[in-house]
């Protein structure tokens, strides 16, 4: 296969692969023994966001070095109503970088995408808005600027979780996003992603925060509820996500420790969420969105035999090849889908050694023959 950037693999002569370049195809024949739907849905294009969060809650969540192209697809697969990109560069699209642009632009499987953005500076964000609603057309379903990241080299320079010390610049981030919409002629919402406060110890900031952001024009505000000082460590606060659902009169979408189905009905049904972001809760697990919407109509939880995870991975695996993502994103993945499984270290551990597409599909296919299925 050719990897796009990162080079070219080669695979190992005596392992046979049909490489299939085209994802509609994959998805078209690995869906039904993966447990996943090959029709994805679009996002509800009519409405307000309230209406179009109540048809399907549950949303993939933007997560660094993991939202690409083959992730996004698999969740949409799986029953997320709306997939986000990576933490998006407004300075990377300012200075042209075709890097940050392989970030947004959707994989032919996506029929639309949530963008964040990230940065400090209105006239970037204005431009970046503009930009990203002009290549991407109607596939932009809605642009979020992210409030919310820790990491310090993002923080060090007023970005991310920083901006919460500076309610005015961020609003004023919101107000060009809107600005840069209508420049483009580009009717789609503008949200953000926050943080209950900036340090653990600080009084909460997110609910005054959050009113803020609204009155900017704001048109749902996503709350972790950990502090940006916590990283993701400790518990989320979901008192913190229904203390700002009570704030404002936008939809919250709520965010933090939803592990699984369970977590993400329960945090629907508790904290006054009109949504769901699931970020942690779909390693592995593209079901989750759709199982989670079974437990919010009243059913019961599903399982995912052996089989049905391993097509899974195979598919995702393939997923990663035809959108010329690099292979070694697959280790993460094997970690990820091969959890539980009768020797999964050793798995994992092989699975560290592969480097080509085949080699992950000939693990893939051994493992099946054991549990007795046909890939």
């Not at 080079?7 to 046979?16: F, L, Q």
């Not at 560069?89 to 947004?104: C, M, N, P, Q």
């Not at 901006?163 to 420049?183: E, I």
Request: glycine share 10%.
């Amino acid at each position: 296969m050719t990897g796009g950037h990162w080079g070219h693999h080669e695979r190992k002569p005596d392992v046979a692969y049909d490489s299939t370049q085209d994802p509609v195809e994959i998805l078209s024949s690995g869906a039904a023994a993966a447990g996943l739907t090959d029709q994805i849905r679009p996002f509800a294009r009519e409405g307000s966001l309230a209406e179009r969060f109540a048809a399907n809650p549950f949303l993939m969540a933007p997560m660094a070095g993991v939202s690409d192209q083959a992730y996004r697809s698999m969740a949409r697969a799986g029953g997320a109503a709306l997939a986000y990109t990576e933490m998006v560069s407004v300075a990377g699209l300012h200075y042209g970088g075709e890097k940050t642009w392989d970030l947004v632009v959707p994989c032919v499987l996506e029929p639309d995408i949530a963008v964040q953005l990230f940065g400090s500076k209105p006239e970037q964000f204005r431009e970046a808005a503009c930009l990203v609603a002009e290549r991407l057309g109607g596939q932009l379903a809605l642009l979020d600027i992210n409030m919310a990241c820790p990491v310090p080299k993002v923080t060090r320079k007023g970005e991310g979780s920083a901006l919460l010390d500076d309610p005015a610049t961020a609003a004023s981030l919101v107000q060009a996003c809107l600005a840069g919409l209508a420049d483009a002629g580009a009717d789609v919402p503008v949200t953000v992603k926050i943080r209950a406060a900036r340090r653990t110890g600080d009084p909460e900031v997110a609910p005054e925060f959050a009113r803020a952001m609204e009155a900017a024009g704001a048109s749902a505000v996503a709350v972790h509820g950990r502090t940006a000082s916590q990283l993701y460590r400790g518990e989320a606060d979901w008192g913190c996500v229904e203390r700002v659902a009570r704030a404002v009169s936008v939809p919250v979408i709520g965010s933090g420790d939803v592990r699984g189905p369970v977590e993400a009905a329960r945090m629907l049904a508790e904290t006054g969420a009109q949504a769901v972001m699931v970020a942690r809760g779909t390693y592995g697990n593209p079901w989750v969105f759709t199982d989670a919407q079974r437990l919010r109509a009243g059913g019961g939880a599903a399982s995912h035999g052996l089989d049905e995870r391993l097509a899974a991975f195979a598919c995702h695996v393939r997923l990663l090849d035809a959108t010329h993502a690099h292979m070694a994103r697959a280790r993460s993945l094997a970690a990820w889908y091969f959890k539980g499984m009768p020797n999964a270290a050793a798995l994992r551990d092989r699975a560290m050694h592969c480097k080509t597409v085949a080699e992950y599909l000939a693990l893939a296919d051994e493992l099946m023959a054991q549990v007795g299925a046909a890939v």
